[in-house]
């Protein structure tokens, strides 16, 4: 099933050979790795462009305590409608294999949307998400949303298969669910800048979260917005984790 269209993401796109295992970088962490934080590509870049981006270093310094996966989960694994799939059996399970204590995704624009989609798929599955300016799809259907209010909004019947005529759609079905499910909020985070050019589309998913999870900075649809928010989200999110951990 096709999850994306191109049109959804035209223009300049790194070549991808989705029939190849995906690319992993993986940089380790400064201290004794416990947890490992997973990056998902937004829209045009690849893993050099993950490693310019400055979101590692953001990653580490908030905790030196992550090992850091930059992947290249491009388009083309999206438009070959397994990339849930494929970042599971070919990073997460892995991954959960070297004894992290804690596994956590992160991803800007599609990137956003892929981490979101991963928790549709294997539902809690990442230990935390933070979302950065993530795809929620056309604009049409954010306006349908939000005129409704997501708690109101009628997704329709479910369909026998997601595609990409109907991904978007069952992606908010998803996220409708959370409402019903406020511990899973308790470790999404979600950052973008003020003047994102998808900014509109926040406020439904924002309103599912912890107000203090939602974080909005000056600037618009690029790493140097999201690199610092992901580093001043992970430095609060670090201790209300552990400290969650250690309760009773």
């Known amino acids: 099933m096709a999850?994306?269209?191109?049109?959804?993401?035209?223009?300049?796109?790194?070549?991808?050979?989705?029939?190849?295992?995906v690319p992993q970088a993986l940089l380790p962490a400064d201290e004794t790795p416990s947890r490992l934080v997973v990056v998902l590509p937004g829209r045009?870049?690849?893993?050099?462009?993950?490693?310019?981006?400055?979101i590692a270093d953001a990653i580490q310094s908030a905790w030196p305590d992550a090992d850091v996966v930059l992947t290249g989960l491009g388009f083309g694994y999206y438009m070959q409608g397994r990339a849930p799939q494929r970042l599971h059996d070919e990073?997460?399970?892995?991954?959960?294999?070297?004894?992290?204590?804690?596994?956590w995704l992160t991803g800007a624009s599609m990137g956003g949307m892929g981490a979101l989609m991963y928790d549709r798929a294997y539902p809690g599955d990442a230990d935390g998400l933070v979302l950065l300016a993530p795809y929620?799809?056309?604009?049409?259907?954010?306006?349908?949303?939000?005129?409704?209010?997501?708690?109101?909004?009628?997704?329709g019947p479910v369909p026998a298969e997601v595609d990409a005529g109907n991904y978007q759609r069952e992606l908010w079905r998803h996220l409708q669910g959370w409402h019903h499910d406020p511990a899973r909020t308790r470790s999404v985070w979600?950052?973008?800048?003020?003047?994102?050019?998808?900014?509109?589309?926040?406020?439904?998913?924002a309103g599912l979260l912890p107000e203090d999870h939602v974080v909005v900075a000056e600037g618009g649809h690029a790493w140097?917005?999201?690199s610092p928010l992901t580093q001043r989200m992970l430095t609060t999110a670090g201790p209300m984790r552990l400290d969650a951990q250690r309760s009773p």
């Open 3 to 21: 999850l994306l269209v191109a049109v959804a993401f035209a223009g300049c796109l790194p070549a991808v050979n989705p029939q190849a295992p």
């Open 136 to 155: 929620l799809g056309d604009r049409t259907l954010v306006e349908e949303i939000s005129a409704r209010g997501l708690a109101q909004w009628n997704a």
């Open 224 to 226: 140097t917005v999201w």
């Open 44 to 54: 045009g870049d690849d893993i050099q462009a993950l490693r310019e981006s400055g």
């Open 190 to 205: 979600l950052g973008y800048g003020a003047g994102d050019r998808l900014a509109k589309a926040m406020p439904p998913l």
């Open 91 to 103: 990073v997460i399970v892995p991954a959960r294999a070297r004894g992290y204590r804690e596994i």
